[in-house]
């Protein structure tokens, strides 16, 4: 195996390995004409036959697409245009998903289940793949641009579904451009929330890092920013909105809707189910600190059995953003080092209970050792 990070080693590798079969599931650049006019080369697109282009599923979300598919592509001198070996077609969620969340969920599933059938085609003597045609039926698809920030923008007086679409098709990157507070941001973690109607693009309340924005028609929960620095664009650290925005929002504190709750707690029969879902997995010290409470509710319960559950990522430890941004990062840091270390305190003294951790989706650093199983 070996990383590589440019079109020379990838040339190098290949040549190195000298394979039957090339497949790229999550390409990222172009492969070298030298290596797709040598070996077969199959491109795995996140697209339904006939889409092409770098930002298929930008338009995906944003354009409220029914159905969307992965394309198994060989690779030619066409950017997505070569022959088709084999197509997957899937619902969309009906709720907006975050681009991150559907490319690790249906398009992954979509993908993997594609690569065995490229595979065992690739070991067919007999098969040829079909040209596209974008009469067919089955080519639902079509070229597109890749998605500039001109395409995402928004006023915040608009419909609050088409600013939420706009957000999660450009999170976790790379954000939408706008102004809270008067401050230049990228905004990302959108959730549909509840205000009394005013002023579009005024702050309505705070609550656990995010803020309610009010919009044309309700209001949004903007749960992470990045501050886009007039003398550096695009460099400045992505975190919890209220923390991006600083000193200049001033706005009171919310219990807020559950649609926004990280945690939560349900109990069917003798389990008892904690939920918590972090963005990206990060957990600041505030959000140690209610998870830990969440648990010790949990193990005074008289279940059997305490199952804990993570969201898209169950968790990558300690916020390195929040830390990163605090005025005093040593100490904030030995704060949030002292937080997850009760957390994993309250999940191992919890012995009047089996404790199980449902993992769906990567634990990395300290979250790794706050996912036991007694």
């Not at 990838?10 to 394979?19: C, G, H, K, L, Q």
């Not at 924005?213 to 886009?228: C, E, F, H, P």
Request: charged letters at 20%; a negative charge; aromatic letters at 6%.
């Amino acid at each position: 195996m070996e990383t590589v990070h440019n079109s020379q080693e990838i040339a190098a590798a290949v040549t190195a390995t000298d394979p039957e079969l090339i497949i790229c599931p999550f390409l990222r650049q172009r492969v070298p004409e030298g290596v797709w006019r040598r070996y077969r080369t199959i491109i795995i697109h996140p697209g339904p036959e006939g889409d092409r282009g770098p930002s298929a599923l930008d338009w995906a979300i944003m354009d409220a697409e029914p159905t969307w598919g992965v394309t198994a592509l060989q690779a030619t001198g066409d950017l997505d245009g070569g022959p088709v070996w084999g197509t997957r077609v899937f619902r969309m969620p009906a709720d907006p998903p975050r681009k991150s969340t559907l490319y690790n969920t249906e398009v992954s599933d979509a993908a993997m289940s594609l690569i065995d059938e490229v595979v065992a085609k690739a070991e067919d003597a007999g098969f040829t793949p079909g040209r596209q045609d974008h009469h067919r039926p089955e080519a639902v698809g079509r070229i597109r641009p890749v998605v500039r920030q001109a395409d995402r923008s928004f006023s915040w007086g608009d419909p609050t579904g088409h600013i939420l679409r706009r957000i999660r098709a450009a999170d976790g990157r790379p954000g939408v451009h706008t102004e809270l507070a008067g401050v230049q941001v990228a905004v990302f973690d959108a959730h549909p929330g509840d205000a009394s109607l005013d002023e579009p693009g005024t702050i309505a309340a705070r609550r656990q890092g995010a803020m309610l924005v009010r919009t044309g028609d309700g209001a949004l929960w903007i749960g992470q920013a990045r501050r886009l620095a007039p003398e550096a664009p695009g460099t400045t650290v992505k975190l919890p909105a209220t923390v991006a925005l600083g000193g200049v929002l001033e706005v009171p504190r919310t219990a807020g809707p559950p649609s926004l709750r990280e945690i939560s707690y349900r109990r069917v029969g003798k389990v008892g189910l904690v939920r918590f879902e972090f963005y990206n997995g990060a957990m600041g010290t505030a959000q140690c600190r209610r998870l830990a409470a969440a648990v010790r509710h949990a193990a005074a319960q008289d279940t059997a059995v305490l199952v804990l559950a993570g969201g898209e990522v169950f968790s990558n430890g300690l916020h390195l953003g929040v830390i990163d941004a605090h005025p005093d990062p040593a100490a904030e840091a030995w704060r949030n080092i002292t937080a997850i270390d009760d957390l994993c305190q309250e999940i191992i003294g919890c012995a009047g209970q089996l404790v199980v951790s449902a993992l769906a989706g990567d634990a990395g650093a300290g979250g790794v050792i706050s996912a036991p199983t007694q």
